[in-house]
């Protein structure tokens, strides 16, 4: 499966933003999608993940109650939703696929798109 990450951009804190994966390929169902981020000197930080029938979804505790991650299998598209953002939100974000349900783990996730680059303004 090939990914595509968009719609990242420039905003002010507290506003909101939405990202969304595309996939090719006819088997995207069966993936787990996760989506990573990657600040500045920072290590690669897990942000959210989503079961490969939407049924089971894992939020990191810095962004649960800001961020959802919908699911529509019939477009092969996953969106972040992400409210209220804060200047650490900061970061170049990365989707990804696995076909394992470990959500917070970046090496089960075979597949990665190139990353949308989010800049939250204070």
């Known amino acids: 499966v090939q990914l595509q990450a968009s719609g990242g951009g420039l905003v002010q804190a507290g506003a909101s933003l939405r990202l969304a994966c595309a996939a090719s390929?006819?088997?995207?169902?069966?993936?787990?999608i996760g989506w990573f981020r990657q600040s500045p000197g920072k290590e690669r930080e897990f942000v959210a993940a989503i079961s490969s029938r939407g049924g089971t979804i894992h939020y990191a505790d810095s962004v649960k109650g800001r961020f959802t991650i919908p699911r529509d299998n019939a477009k092969s598209t996953v969106t972040l939703h992400m409210d209220s953002l804060k200047p650490e939100d900061t970061a170049v974000y990365y989707c990804a696929a696995a076909l394992s349900w470990i959500p917070s783990r970046a090496e089960v996730y075979g597949y990665w798109g190139q990353g949308t680059l989010v800049t939250v303004s204070s």
């Open positions: 390929g006819r088997t995207f169902s069966k993936y787990v």
